[in-house]
């Protein structure tokens, strides 16, 4: 007789390709907790008894959740890259092993950046608007010009696997790269990236800025202070976290000209940022979806579900998180 599947819930539908890769291997609920939130997670946690649970951004991690898990949870699997929503050594404590999923994400949301770096630099929020209201009339030579991202110097800050793609695509468009990191790449990874040690010593160099450091690794980096280090009329990208940045300065620096404009996938406030930032007619925005494509959504999963049948198959992780 073949011995029964491990027993999984996650708070969010997956893929088709990794229904099928879930179904195969676990036991699953057929109903998934609606809203996904750290509470209906829990309540399910505590009546179906997993070995093994898949969570997003969506659920917290905290002490609190982790000491009321039944005993029979010995994974949590983390569907995402960062996990500041989980208390890692808390959970180590309790004997489960966490998980993530670099790399799978790094294509996507290096696209996505050079998305919103375009988007941002060619007006593309102002243009769409214009079209859905019918267009209507010709623009003379001097109207509703964007900036042209060719030839401009990107400062990147956070320069892993996501802000090593995103340098390779800007190279693509002779951008001038400087990034700034807790340390200096190898002469390799860096590619010709120029180092600065001092966030603020970059910044006056920068036509472009992206941030792509990963949450919880840092205060507020963009403030009323290093927004006006930077060029008058510089564009600014944050496809990381929100908690990065006083929105307050960036709104300020938005309207007084001190930004040209913005690209923003990531709020301080999600899934309900403020609204003034919206208002802005020269802000470029997406509803945090670095990752969104069928192919890296598919992907995420099947290595989340991979790194649950290992641990609980006795064997180590593919992508471990520690302390």
């Known amino acids: 007789m073949n011995a029964p599947l491990p027993r999984l819930i996650r708070d969010q539908e997956f893929p088709a390709a990794a229904e099928e890769h879930l179904r195969a291997h676990f036991q699953t609920p057929d109903r998934i907790p609606e809203p996904a939130n750290t509470a209906n997670m829990l309540a ?20 609190a959740f982790l000491a009321a898990l039944p005993p029979s949870v010995k994974i949590i699997a983390c569907v995402s890259v960062g996990v500041d929503n989980v208390d890692i050594a808390d959970a180590n404590s309790r004997g489960i092993v966490v998980t993530n999923t670099p790399d799978v994400l790094t294509d996507c949301n290096a696209d996505l ?10 007006r593309a929020s102002e243009y769409m608007t214009i079209m859905r209201d019918g267009w209507g009339r010709g623009f003379g030579m ?3 010009l964007g900036l042209r991202v060719t030839g401009k110097t990107l400062g990147i800050v956070g320069m892993g696997r996501i802000g090593r793609g995103v340098a390779q695509r800007a190279r693509g468009f002779g951008m001038r790269v400087l990034y700034h990191n807790r340390r200096e790449l190898p ?26 450091l990963p949450g919880g690794t840092s205060s507020t980096l963009i403030t009323r202070e290093s927004l006006a280090l930077l060029p008058k009329g510089a564009i600014f990208i944050n496809a990381s976290r929100g908690t990065h940045v006083d929105e307050d300065a960036l709104i300020e620096a938005l309207q007084n000209g001190q ?23 020269n802000v470029f925005l997406t509803p945090h979806m670095g990752s969104a494509t069928i192919e890296t959504r598919s992907d ?17 992780p593919l992508t471990p998180v520690t302390p």
């Open 44 to 63: 399910l946690a505590q009546s179906y008894e997993p070995h093994a649970i898949l969570i997003s951004h969506t659920v917290r991690a905290d002490a």
């Open 142 to 144: 001097t109207e509703m």
């Open 300 to 316: 995420m999963a099947k290595l989340a579900l991979d790194n649950a049948l290992r641990v609980l198959g006795g064997e180590a």
């Open 187 to 212: 002469a390799a990874d860096a590619a010709g990236a120029e180092y600065f040690a001092r966030f603020e010593d970059m910044l006056p160099h920068c036509d472009i800025l992206s941030l792509n």
């Open 113 to 122: 950046v050079m998305m919103l770096i375009l988007g941002a630099a060619r």
């Open 259 to 281: 930004l040209f404009a913005a690209g923003l996938d990531v709020f301080r406030n999600e899934p309900t940022p403020d609204p003034r930032i919206a208002a802005l007619p």
